[in-house]
């Protein structure tokens, strides 16, 4: 029993004692086999503060609460994996993961040890780039604007870090680079055509886009894109042919077929819908011939086309190809049409040449340099019938020749097509016909041959007809640059080559026998980006055996210019008080450099608080709201930088000027309200205070000016007066006449700005002393240092403590007063010689006190109560005198406003009742903020305790805001 005690008594001071406690930290990764050791605490505890010494002491371990991830040897310390850690699978996320555990660890002392054990669990690239579906459709419009941009799915891998940083690529199906891909943010994925799609040529797409993370090695996810592309109407109806020409007879019937037009659109649907019509022209066309709108088969109407009625042998119109787009976007071609109206005949044409420069009848020779154009003999084409049948439009026609002849049926003349060559073709066999247009059609032919005489016109020629290459600006001398070649039928006698450059040339030069031109001096982009050369190649012949051919060289750019600012320097102007994000004005820089080495962007060459650049406008914009009384001008320097690798740079000083703008109210350095104290027998023109309030503004808006108005009961303003620019304060007339009393005022300080005026004002109360009154007197509560501001404590200071030991001794005498007669009030008369009985006084509600004090004069009003009430009990004291236990009686003396009762006035002009009410308004705020910053009391009813009595000698001066002031 004793034991089980023991046992008892142990467990309870072991639960009562405070158990150790500590943090280590051990880590592993993800994805390790179950059983994987983790950390030992045995060894972990070496750098424990307050840990067991286990390798010392036997210690157990066990777990607080069991998790599925963990545990912990019972006598080893050892921490492994219950199973396989999935990072993404933790509840807690991040990089590394931290899992706390936490632990008890029993060794020889009693107090088990506690432990909490921060396991980072770190990530492996075990995920793999996901898209949420294998693939997805979207459909595009052919018209679609180059950048514009369709949402695609993502991948989403849900490792961290590289692991899970994803890029995409399309693999496959992109024809031509008609895509690419874009992501914004990580998290959105574009897809956005690279060029003008075209649905004629490619309707569809199917693009395979592979994702892969950053991990080592990568892992890769695959997504396909079904894209369509839908029609736009973008194509205009083509007609098969270029023109329409048809033969008709006069007496053709009524809906005689003429011909069919045709015209095709490859757009879809109704955009490749044609339907046609028909615009007339030429006396009325319309009446001989109409068209099916939608097989575009023309015909004839009703109306004849007899030749000897109408005199007319053919008729032209057009016919228009409309597609079915939209009203806006509809497309329409048009085509000519051509009928001749063929007359009746039976006579066949004859046919007359004469060759140039002679020849047999139906032979001639010709050199093989003839010049095009060149007259070759004379065609006559005549129509023997006569009467109605004869026909003047005989139509001519020339076969072979193989197009190097020409003949022309208007001037009957047959000349040389195109340049003859003996070494080519040496004879031409060519048959001349005449059709008349009778019905049917008569023709006659006519059989000659041309011989084709040698000349030595064999030329040069170049491999090329034209000729291009590319060399970087600021490239080295002699650096080759493209090669001409050229070949030569001719004899090797006149096939010896030399090339040359036509004209001057400064950058480069050709080696006359191999054609490499080469680098003469190097080559400035900026100056000319492409040089055209003119190269040709003499066979030692004629000058015309010297063709040439255009050599153009691109000229490459080289990151050789800086940024130059338009100007040496920038100055701007702004008005203060703009909000953030004003702007201020703009640089501008250009680079003389091509692409990216000319991409000028700026930037502050040291940031400050108050401006910014935008990086690619240069526009300058404020930061915060500038103020110009806080500073006036900022001068900082831009710099502008260029796209090139290295980056070449420029600089420009930029200053901002800061204008001034009346936003500040006068403000006085005395606080509300001023007190000043004169005397009646103050003359005219005497000066009384100085009011000062200061404007930071500048100009107008900065100079100030004062005005005066009168409050109730001070109703005129013929008494004071004060200086608009000097703020003093003055009297206008002698105040012998005057009712001494306090006047009060509100002074009014007004900027002059122009736009938006602005004031404050200031409470302003003079008191009218009688003579041999303490005068001269200002008080408020001014923040200033001057000797007057002193003099004027030191006063405040002096009356202050006479005030101070008046009281006191009032206070000692009517103790004494009451402890030995508790109806002192009842003699008051007697005490205070010669005045009143109280007992009188105490009949009215309300009754005067006067004592005359020199020229002053002090009115306490007096309340007693009046019924006196007899004590309730007695006791008596040691002397035998019976001390009443409650006072019998309430004696209370009050201080009055002084000078309510004695105010009189003259007749003065009232201020405006709205001007009055508003200033009353205004000097009471700053009357009421004023005094409660500074403690003053000012209202104009105060309330003093009879025992607040001066002593004999001493005058007490009572102002409206309540402050007493006493001058012996």
Known sequence: MKFVGSLLFLFVSMLSRPCSASTVTCQTRENLPPNSAVCNLISLFNDVPGAPNCSLVTC????????????????????????????EALAVQGDPVTVSLALLVMHGALVPFHVTVDVLVYDENDETPTFQSPMESISLKEDAVVGSRSFVQRAVDRDAGQNGNVTYKIESGNKDGAF???????????????????????????????AHDHGQPPLWGFHLIN????????????????VYNKQLQENAPAGTFLLQVSAVDPDLGAHGLVTYSIRNELRGPELHFTIDADTGVVRTTSLSFDYETLKRNFYIFWVFANDNGSAS?????????????????????EIEITFYPGGKPQEVSVWEDAPVGGLLADVSLKDPDRGSARRTNITGKLKGGDGFFRYNPHSGTLTLAKTLDYETQKLFRMTMVACDNGNPPLTSEFNFTVEVLDRNDNRPTFNRPVYSGQVAENSPVGEQVVRVQASDKDERSKSELVYSIVGETDWFTINSTSGWISV?????????????????VDDGGSASLSPKVNVTIHITDENDMHPVFDSNAYNFNTAEGRETGSIIGQVKASDRDFGQNGVVRYELKRQNAYFGVYSETGIIWAKTALDYEHQVEYTFDVVASDG?????QASVTVTVTVEDQNDNSPTFIQRSPVYVTTSQLAGSDKSLVALTANDPDTGEGGRVSYSIFPLPPSKDLDLFGINSKTGVVSTLHSLVHVTPMNYSFVVRARDNGADDQRSSTIKLIIQVDPPGGHTGTVSSDVGSDSGDSIDNMFVILVVVLVVLIAIFVTAIILFVLRTRNPRFCARLGDIEKGKPDLKSIARRSSSRVQFANQDDILEYPVQIDEEEKEPTTERADPDGENTPDKETEKCEIFVNKGAED???????????????????????????????DSGHHTSDSVTTPSSIRSPPGVKDTLHEDGKLTSHV
């Open 60 to 87: 157990t371990f066990s777990l607080i609460q069991q998790g599925p991830d963990f545990a912990v040897a019972l006598s080893s310390g050892v921490i492994s994996t219950l199973r396989s850690l999935d990072r």
């Open 180 to 210: 690419k891909l874009i992501v914004v943010n990580k998290d959105l994925l574009y897809l956005t055509p690279a060029k003008s799609l075209d649905r004629e040529t490619t309707d569809h797409y199917l693009l395979n886009i592979s």
């Open 227 to 242: 894209v369509t592309i839908l029609d736009a109407n973008d194509h205009f109806p083509q007609f098969t042919k270029k």
């Open 329 to 349: 976007d509809m497309k329409s071609s048009e085509i000519e049409v051509t009928v001749h109206i063929d007359d009746v005949n039976d006579e066949r044409p």
């Open 520 to 536: 003469a001096s190097p080559p400035d982009r900026e100056m000319m980006e492409v040089v055209t050369l003119v190269v040709q």
């Open 644 to 648: 090139g690798v290295p980056s070449l």
């Open 902 to 932: 004695l105010n009189s006035s003259r007749s003065r002009k009232p201020l405006q009742v709205s001007d009055e009410q508003e200033l009353q308004k205004e000097a009471d705020e700053d009357s009421d903020s004023e005094s409660t």
